[in-house]
């Protein structure tokens, strides 16, 4: 088999037995004949040794998953268990800072552009130093120095510069413009980027923390924290060490302020130590720090970190902290550069609490630099007040400026003129101030404060807050205050100040004026404030709000004016008059006498909106039962004269159930009410029937499919055999169906109604389209097609279509029940209930769920006889072998000849069926529920809830889309399949 390679070919010098990668494939372990585990990167770069040599081969080596953990197996059946440490190899100046990756690479990130830089030397990197533009590289047999190409100081494009290819030995290492520092406990080397020693120092003991704190190339300057807790300060040129002062235990960690005055010292005991560096005296310490950093951009900050909590602090100021987590190294600006475990990253910090801190002290130069450095508008923005309210106009120019209010520096720029004119009345500033900062009552005491009492009134004046203006005129002239007062109103009203001028005509105690102008300009808040505070002896400032409060429509507020007044006949007319009838009725209520001037206007308004169907409501709610028939028979009748039938059906639905309530109310009209409710009923269905054929032989189109106009036609057919209404003419209706029975293939019915038309007056326009027809049936078949012949669902027997029956079964007598669209019979078969069995028992039985007994789960058995001569086998369809208890129901009735049988359930029954298949329509009291059952229950029927009226679901949905309601009864409201369990919902 043959191979590819894919790496670099490298002699590892032994004979290797065990390969196995190490922390997800970054490194391998690699054993052998050398007797020790290697770690090697997967380049194959060796890093070091998993633990000591040990005493044969090494022939298996394995890392534990997700984990440091190392196994090594040897030849002598030993087993050693090793954890690897990797240690932390970094450098920080300023905003740049280089870490190791992977052990071989260096990471370069700038912590304020975010930017990274990848440098690769393919050997175990054991110390980074950084500077300005220099980095240096410890590799265990040299150092590569590397330089910054770019001149730009966001450049992050290093080049090799210098190698020093010497096997160096350091604890810290340090790099500058042009020099290398080692640090080995107590000696400091300094060698030159060659590699060649150019001076060294020795302290008295162990040298805990070096930073570079800047200097000329070659003259750098190095701060040492030692053990013993001295400081000291080496330059790179000079071989004498200068001490800067001793603290009292061992250094952790120091930074040098920016102009290099002040120095803040960890030491071991976690405190923090600020000191003068000149005077080497110890300005203040805080506790609790394990790192320090001085703000690069402000000398009088810094921050230091300890026990996750993050302290700020400014000049002499209290500590400002807040939680954080890892060591605070550098703070440049209001970026703090973290270091947590092994990441850094970059926290903006907002310096608000410092920046404060010196505006409590009224330091606003001080807090402007902070502010510079980063806080929020919201700060800004204080920072420029309070500077204003100081008169430090430079401060809060520069804070404005930053901001963008423009109209505070006109103001500021306002003041600084009047300066250079030789104003120098610091009061007078702060009162002009607060007048442009909306603190007006403040400004005027100033200003009184200063004898400007004028200042004061042509402020309020200016404002248009005369009241306030009045507590300056007694100083400016003494005359009479209230004819000042309506001057000044006058004054108002010709500036069109109209408000002002109807607050001081009612401060002089002119209240009709004040009234006028206050209604003329439709000011409600104010003129029902001023009706509720005149007197109820003021009856005519009281009727002169009330009258503005009519016209402006407000007559919530206008009640309570005349409510004042006690005069409650107003208040009737004014709901009257605006047609808010519910306040009207709910007052009559208390005040019966006023009973005929609501009622009257209200059926008149009634009449006017076409609202019959709520004027007959209204007059049924006052007790006037008489005048609510008669107005809605009238329009009944108005209806069927001028032809609107599906008006004339509608008007009659609500008539019967207006009947259907007085029912439930009256026990002593019970009787007669549910009779008429079902006659209404009936004249409802016909001229809603009617309306469609009538309009078939008036209009030239018709959205009516021929089988539909047919089931119409035939529906009114027998609905009109023993009732004649009004308008509904007989021949439209044989006609039409005469005319649809010829096209759909129904001759015998056709010759049959076509010889009943000639009976008939025949308008002279049908007379030859009457005859010709007549003649031409009579070449066809005189039988009807059986697709056209109704079927009775439960008994199955096919109905002739002309019968001398109504729309029922000819066979059992059983009503057929129709879609109220296309008036087609639906496969449903009413049923009634046993006795006993109440509605809503009833509908909880048939909720409930069918329980399973031994008998559902026979099956149908089959019949089989035989003889000497054949042998049958044929399946048992006796009615005793129907499991379906209401099926068995439907076949067992006797035919009694006229008289109708309906189909009664028992409770076990209404139990045994199913919830989809059943409708129930759910009629009012006194009327009791009717309960159909779908005999084709994939056949989808809807029922409207208002009128339970049944429909084919795409009939009914059709309807609902165009004209927005129920087509019978014109009700909006949510229409089901079926009360128990929806067969479709709209």
């Given at each position: 088999?043959?191979?590819?390679?894919?790496?670099?070919?490298?002699?590892?010098?032994?004979?290797?037995?065990?390969?196995?990668?190490?922390?997800?494939?970054?490194?391998l372990?690699?054993?052998?004949?050398?007797?020790?585990?290697?770690?090697?990167?997967?380049?194959?770069?060796?890093?070091?040794?998993?633990g000591?040599?040990?005493?044969?081969?090494?022939?298996?080596?394995?890392?534990?998953?997700?984990?440091?953990?190392?196994?090594?197996?040897?030849?002598?059946?030993?087993?050693?268990?090793?954890?690897?440490?990797?240690?932390?190899?970094?450098?920080?100046?300023?905003?740049?800072?280089?870490?190791?990756?992977?052990?071989?690479?260096?990471?370069?990130?700038?912590?304020?552009?975010?930017?990274?830089?990848?440098?690769?030397?393919?050997?175990?990197?054991?110390?980074?130093?950084?500077?300005?533009?220099?980095?240096?590289?410890?590799?265990?047999?040299?150092?590569?120095?590397?330089?910054?190409?770019?001149?730009?100081?966001?450049?992050?494009?290093?080049?090799?510069?210098?190698?020093?290819?010497?096997?160096?030995?350091?604890?810290?290492?340090?790099?500058?413009?042009?020099?290398?520092?080692?640090?080995?406990?107590?000696?400091?080397?300094?060698?030159?980027?060659?590699?060649?020693?150019?001076?060294?120092?020795?302290?008295?003991?162990?040298?805990?923390?070096?930073?570079?704190?800047?200097?000329?190339?070659?003259?750098?300057?190095?701060?040492l924290?030692?053990?013993?807790?001295q400081?000291?300060?080496?330059?790179?040129?000079?071989?004498?060490?200068?001490s800067?002062?001793?603290?009292?235990?061992?250094?952790?960690?120091?930074?040098?302020?920016?102009?290099?005055?002040?120095?803040?010292?960890?030491?071991?005991?976690?405190?923090?130590?600020?000191?003068?560096?000149?005077?080497?005296?110890?300005?203040?310490?805080?506790?609790?720090?394990?790192?320090?950093?001085?703000?690069?951009?402000?000398e009088?900050?810094?921050?230091?970190?300890?026990?996750?909590?993050?302290?700020?602090?400014?000049?002499?100021?209290?500590?400002?902290?807040q939680?954080?987590?890892?060591?605070?190294?550098?703070?440049?600006?209001?970026?703090?550069?973290?270091?947590?475990?092994?990441?850094?990253?970059?926290?903006?910090?907002?310096?608000?609490?410092?920046?404060?801190?010196?505006?409590?002290?009224?330091?606003?130069?001080?807090?402007?630099?902070?502010?510079?450095?980063?806080?929020?508008?919201?700060?800004?923005?204080?920072?420029?007040?309070?500077?204003?309210?100081?008169?430090?106009?430079?401060?809060?120019?520069?804070?404005?400026?930053?901001?963008?209010?423009?109209?505070?520096?006109?103001?500021?720029?306002?003041?600084?003129?009047?300066?250079?004119?030789?104003?120098?009345?610091?009061?007078?500033?702060?009162?002009?101030?607060?007048?442009?900062c909306?603190?007006?009552?403040?400004?005027?005491?100033?200003?009184?404060?200063?004898?400007?009492?004028?200042?004061?009134?042509?402020?309020?004046?200016?404002?248009?807050?005369?009241?306030?203006?009045?507590?300056?005129?007694?100083?400016?002239?003494?005359?009479?205050?209230?004819?000042?007062?309506?001057?000044?109103?006058?004054?108002?009203?010709?500036?069109?100040?109209?408000?002002?001028?109807?607050?001081?005509?009612?401060?002089?105690?002119?209240?009709?004026r004040?009234?006028?102008?206050?209604?003329?300009?439709?000011?409600?808040?104010?003129?029902?404030?001023v009706?509720?505070?005149?007197?109820?002896?003021?009856?005519?400032?009281?009727?002169l709000?009330?009258?503005?409060?009519?016209?402006?429509?407000q007559?919530?507020?206008?009640?309570?004016?005349?409510?004042?007044?006690?005069?409650?006949?107003?208040?009737?007319?004014l709901?009257?008059?605006?047609?808010?009838?519910?306040?009207?009725?709910?007052?009559?209520?208390?005040?019966?006498?006023?009973?005929?001037?609501?009622?009257?206007?209200?059926?008149?308004?009634?009449?006017?909106?076409?609202?019959?169907?709520?004027?007959?409501?209204?007059?049924?709610?006052?007790?006037?039962?008489d005048?609510?028939?008669?107005v809605?028979h009238?329009?009944?009748?108005?209806?069927?004269?001028?032809?609107?039938?599906?008006?004339?059906?509608?008007?009659?639905?609500?008539?019967?159930?207006?009947?259907?309530?007085?029912?439930?109310?009256?026990?002593?009209q019970?009787?007669?009410?549910?009779?008429?409710?079902?006659?209404?009923?009936?004249?409802?269905?016909?001229?809603?029937?009617?309306n469609?054929?009538?309009?078939?032989?008036?209009?030239?189109?018709?959205?009516?499919?021929?089988?539909?106009?047919?089931?119409?036609?035939?529906?009114?057919?027998?609905?009109?055999?023993?009732?004649?209404?009004?308008?509904?003419?007989?021949?439209?209706?044989l006609?039409?169906?005469?005319?649809?029975?010829?096209?759909l293939?129904?001759?015998?019915?056709?010759?049959?109604?076509?010889?009943?038309?000639?009976?008939?007056?025949?308008?002279?326009?049908?007379?030859?389209?009457?005859?010709?027809?007549?003649?031409?049936?009579?070449s066809?078949?005189?039988?009807?097609?059986?697709?056209?012949?109704p079927?009775?669902?439960?008994?199955?027997?096919?109905?002739?279509?002309m019968?001398?029956?109504?729309?029922?079964?000819?066979?059992?007598?059983?009503?057929?029940?129709?879609?109220?669209?296309?008036?087609?019979?639906?496969?449903?078969?009413?049923?009634?209930?046993?006795?006993?069995?109440?509605?809503?028992?009833?509908?909880?039985?048939?909720?409930?769920?069918?329980?399973?007994?031994?008998?559902?789960?026979?099956?149908?058995?089959?019949?089989?006889?035989?003889?000497?001569?054949?042998?049958?086998?044929?399946?048992?369809?006796?009615?005793?072998?129907?499991?379906?208890?209401?099926?068995?129901?439907l076949?067992?009735?006797?035919?009694?000849?006229?008289?109708f049988?309906?189909?009664?359930?028992?409770?076990?029954?209404?139990?045994?069926m199913?919830?989809?298949?059943?409708?129930?329509?759910?009629?009012?009291?006194?009327?009791?529920?009717?309960?159909?059952?779908?005999?084709?229950?994939?056949?989808?029927?809807?029922?409207?809830?208002?009128?339970?009226?049944?429909?084919?679901?795409?009939?009914?949905?059709?309807?609902?889309?165009?004209?927005?309601?129920?087509?019978?009864?014109?009700?909006?409201?949510?229409?089901?399949?079926?009360?128990?369990?929806?067969?479709?919902?709209?």
């Amino acid at each position: 088999m043959g191979g590819k390679l894919v790496g670099k070919e490298r002699n590892i010098g032994f004979d290797p037995l065990c390969v196995s990668y190490f922390n997800r494939g970054e490194y391998l372990l690699i054993g052998g004949s050398n007797r020790v585990c290697t770690l090697m990167t997967r380049d194959g770069i060796k890093l070091g040794t998993v633990g000591d040599e040990q005493a044969s081969w090494v022939l298996c080596c394995s890392a534990r998953p997700d984990s440091s953990f190392v196994a090594i197996g040897c030849q002598d059946g030993t087993i050693a268990y090793y954890q690897l440490v990797f240690s932390i190899v970094h450098g920080l100046y300023k905003e740049r800072y280089a870490f190791r990756e992977n052990m071989t690479d260096v990471i370069i990130h700038h912590l304020l552009t975010d930017q990274k830089v990848r440098i690769k030397c393919r050997d175990l990197i054991k110390k980074i130093a950084i500077y300005k533009h220099r980095l240096a590289v410890q590799l265990p047999e040299r150092v590569v120095i590397y330089e910054l190409h770019s001149g730009d100081s966001t450049g992050m494009l290093y080049r090799s510069k210098e190698k020093i290819n010497q096997k160096l030995e350091c604890n810290l290492l340090v790099v500058c413009t042009r020099h290398l520092v080692l640090c080995q406990e107590k000696r400091l080397q300094c060698l030159n980027f060659e590699g060649v020693k150019e001076r060294e120092w020795v302290m008295e003991s162990p040298i805990r923390y070096i930073k570079v704190v800047g200097g000329p190339p070659g003259r750098e300057c190095l701060l040492l924290g030692l053990k013993n807790g001295q400081v000291w300060k080496i330059y790179l040129d000079n071989a004498f060490p200068v001490s800067l002062l001793k603290a009292s235990s061992a250094i952790r960690c120091l930074d040098l302020s920016a102009s290099r005055k002040k120095l803040a010292v960890v030491d071991e005991n976690n405190q923090c130590l600020v000191y003068d560096v000149q005077k080497k005296e110890l300005i203040f310490q805080e506790p609790n720090a394990n790192s320090v950093a001085w703000n690069s951009n402000c000398e009088e900050m810094l921050c230091f970190s300890g026990n996750n909590i993050l302290s700020i602090k400014a000049s002499k100021f209290p500590v400002h902290q807040q939680k954080f987590m890892g060591f605070v190294v550098g703070l440049c600006g209001s970026k703090i550069f973290c270091l947590h475990v092994s990441t850094m990253s970059t926290v903006e910090v907002p310096l608000s609490a410092p920046m404060y801190q010196y505006l409590e002290k009224k330091m606003f130069w001080e807090a402007y630099k902070i502010a510079c450095l980063g806080v929020t508008d919201g700060d800004w923005e204080a920072l420029a007040h309070a500077a204003l309210e100081s008169l430090d106009f430079h401060v809060a120019r520069q804070a404005f400026i930053r901001i963008k209010d423009l109209k505070y520096l006109e103001l500021i720029n306002e003041f600084q003129e009047r300066q250079h004119r030789g104003e120098k009345d610091k009061e007078l500033f702060v009162a002009d101030i607060l007048a442009f900062c909306c603190k007006f009552k403040e400004a005027a005491h100033v200003y009184q404060k200063c004898r400007q009492e004028q200042k004061a009134l042509n402020m309020y004046t200016d404002l248009r807050m005369f009241d306030l203006a009045q507590e300056f005129l007694g100083s400016v002239d003494n005359v009479d205050r209230r004819a000042l007062i309506r001057k000044k109103a006058d004054w108002a009203k010709n500036i069109n100040e109209s408000r002002a001028a109807a607050e001081m005509y009612l401060s002089a105690g002119d209240t009709q004026r004040a009234i006028e102008i206050i209604g003329e300009n439709g000011w409600i808040d104010m003129l029902v404030d001023v009706g509720r505070r005149l007197d109820k002896a003021d009856q005519d400032g009281i009727g002169l709000v009330a009258q503005h409060l009519c016209r402006l429509k407000q007559l919530s507020y206008a009640t309570e004016m005349y409510r004042k007044l006690g005069d409650e006949k107003s208040i009737v007319q004014l709901y009257v008059q605006a047609r808010e009838w519910k306040e009207a009725f709910s007052l009559i209520e208390s005040h019966p006498e006023f009973n005929d001037l609501v009622y009257v206007q209200y059926a008149q308004w009634l009449a006017e909106s076409d609202k019959f169907a709520g004027a007959q409501r209204a007059f049924h709610k006052a007790g006037r039962l008489d005048e609510a028939f008669q107005v809605l028979h009238q329009l009944t009748l108005n209806a069927v004269n001028e032809s609107r039938f599906q008006d004339a059906g509608y008007y009659y639905w609500v008539l019967a159930r207006q009947c259907l309530e007085i029912a439930n109310q009256d026990e002593t009209q019970k009787v007669e009410m549910i009779r008429k409710f079902y006659e209404h009923e009936k004249y409802a269905c016909i001229y809603y029937a009617y309306n469609t054929i009538q309009k078939y032989l008036n209009e030239p189109f018709t959205s009516y499919m021929p089988e539909a106009l047919f089931n119409i036609s035939r529906f009114l057919m027998n609905e009109t055999k023993d009732v004649h209404p009004k308008g509904v003419s007989q021949f439209a209706i044989l006609y039409t169906l005469a005319k649809q029975a010829r096209n759909l293939g129904a001759y015998k019915l056709a010759r049959q109604v076509l010889e009943k038309i000639q009976s008939l007056h025949v308008p002279l326009r049908f007379q030859g389209y009457v005859g010709l027809s007549a003649l031409m049936v009579h070449s066809k078949p005189y039988h009807d097609s059986e697709e056209m012949l109704p079927m009775c669902y439960r008994c199955s027997t096919y109905n002739p279509l002309m019968t001398s029956t109504a729309n029922c079964c000819t066979n059992c007598r059983q009503p057929f029940v129709h879609s109220f669209v296309s008036f087609e019979v639906l496969p449903l078969v009413e049923f009634q209930l046993e006795s006993g069995i109440s509605d809503e028992e009833a509908v909880n039985l048939i909720e409930a769920p069918t329980p399973v007994t031994e008998e559902t789960n026979q099956t149908r058995g089959w019949l089989q006889s035989e003889s000497d001569t054949f042998q049958t086998i044929q399946f048992d369809e006796s009615p005793a072998d129907i499991k379906d208890p209401f099926t068995a129901r439907l076949m067992n009735f006797e035919n009694l000849g006229d008289e109708f049988e309906p189909v009664i359930v028992s409770q076990a029954t209404l139990q045994a069926m199913e919830p989809s298949t059943i409708l129930i329509c759910r009629w009012p009291p006194p009327l009791r529920y009717q309960f159909y059952r779908n005999l084709l229950p994939d056949l989808q029927i809807t029922l409207c809830n208002s009128c339970n009226k049944v429909f084919h679901v795409d009939d009914f949905e059709l309807q609902v889309l165009q004209k927005g309601h129920c087509p019978f009864c014109r009700s909006t409201t949510q229409h089901s399949g079926n009360e128990v369990n929806e067969v479709t919902t709209l």
